[in-house]
């Protein structure tokens, strides 16, 4: 997003204050809930005066706080960015001293839709989560139907709406942002080169039309794939006629392949090499010294340092970057906790808000397409590390 259309708004993170304060304190004390992950039935030892209460299906019904879902995948090949995302719900919680939420995680790898149906079952309100597009495609119909939003950590605008709210990072928003700030440093002639697939696609659609916004030129795109040699081709096609920006929409490790061979054609060897929101993801982009001068747009890592380092404190490990997203979905939910009483339906229509949210990756809101808009940085690669070139705004005029 631009500059020009996204004005600093004095406030928009207080309301999160209590989570960031702490998180830049020291480690907070436990509070008196832990979310849990639900545990397999268990079976006690009968009693000599068996109870005559009616036992209830499910986990035991909490009156003083919300029930919250935590759907992702805690075991199979994405149990690594599950566990991460559960592991930053519990630090959010600790760190607000919420005692409202109990949160309570169901694991995925068995089927989205059955965790969503148990969730339900056991009286949640409020599902955050799932991870992937196809499993919030399965979840949405569920939830809908039982009148309680998803907030996904999917990236996929076509699963938004109706009841689901995507907190992922959006590549065309990326996109926009980067070449923006491309077109205010001069940069009028653009090519693309774009990994084949649903996100080059898209990508491809969003680079387009943000170029021809600005005023700016596509001179080409190509797209390349994993077979050997695909990149190169590409990149030889791209350099028939000499450009001065070549956005590359792909992971970081993507970037790092293409760069040096960019550098070596004809089109591109002055060129100012472009990246996407993928790039953040990479903790070691940075460290490329073949990406040394390269612009990228994401969303701020103003707190995400501080984050990281609490959290391998307390974990042992160092946390998925897309982890944060679970750390600003508990403090959304704490603050709209304040006009939500337990038991009752999630009330839905605080998510559109239009002063929106903030946290760990900055201002956010929610727009009526159920898609996150978020206050964007440009990153560069410099030095062995990225510096911000172009800070986010605060938040959103109107």
């Not at 995948?73 to 939420?101: H, R």
């Not at 569920?142 to 076509?158: E, G, H, K, Q, Y």
């Not at 009841?163 to 942002?177: F, K, V």
């Not at 695909?230 to 760069?259: D, E, F, H, N």
Request: proline share 7%; charged share 20%; aromatic share 6%.
């Amino acid at each position: 997003m631009a500059d020009a259309t996204v004005n600093p708004q004095r406030g928009i993170l207080r309301w999160a204050a209590l989570g960031l304060a702490a998180l830049l304190a020291a480690c907070a004390s436990g509070p008196r809930v832990i979310p849990e992950t639900r545990p397999a039935p268990t079976v006690e030892a009968p009693r000599e005066r068996p109870s005559t209460r009616p036992i209830s299906p499910g986990l035991p019904q909490d009156v003083e706080r919300h029930r919250v879902a935590l759907l992702v995948p805690m075991t199979g090949p994405n149990a690594g960015v599950g566990k991460s995302l559960a592991n930053a719900t519990q630090l959010a919680i600790l760190d607000t001293k919420s005692d409202v939420l109990r949160i309570t995680t169901y694991d995925t790898a068995g089927g989205a839709a059955n965790a969503a149906r148990q969730a339900i079952a056991d009286g949640n309100k409020l599902i955050l989560g799932p991870l992937l597009a196809e499993e919030a495609r399965e979840v949405a119909p569920i939830a809908r139907a039982a009148r309680v939003p998803v907030l996904s950590f999917s990236n996929d605008t076509a699963v938004a709406g109706n009841g689901t709210y995507l907190l992922g990072y959006s590549p065309a928003q990326s996109i926009e942002r980067v070449v923006d700030y491309a077109r205010a440093q001069g940069v009028t002639n653009f090519v693309g080169l774009m990994t084949s697939g649903v996100y080059g696609e898209r990508a491809s659609t969003s680079f387009l039309r943000a170029v021809e916004d600005q005023g700016g030129k596509v001179l080409a795109m190509e797209t390349y794939d994993g077979r050997p040699g695909s990149m190169t081709s590409a990149i030889t096609k791209l350099s028939r006629t000499p450009y001065q920006a070549v956005l590359i929409a792909g992971s970081g490790a993507s970037g790092v392949t293409a760069a040096p061979i960019i550098r070596k054609s004809a089109g591109g060897k002055a060129s100012r090499i472009l990246g996407t929101e993928l790039w953040n993801t990479d903790s070691a982009i940075g460290s490329n010294a073949v990406l040394n001068g390269a612009w990228f747009a994401s969303v701020p890592d103003n707190y995400y340092r501080t984050y990281a380092t609490k959290y391998r404190t307390r974990f042992g490990a160092a946390p998925y970057r897309l982890s944060t997203l679970g750390y600003d979905a508990v403090l959304l939910t704490v603050r709209i906790a304040r006009e939500w009483r337990p038991g009752d339906i999630f009330p839905e229509r605080r998510l559109v808000a239009p002063d929106g949210f903030g946290g760990l990756d900055g201002a956010f809101r929610f727009g009526r397409d159920g898609i996150a808009e978020r206050a964007l940085e440009v990153q560069e690669v410099k030095g062995g590390t990225t510096v911000t070139i172009s800070p986010a705004p605060t938040g959103f005029g109107g």
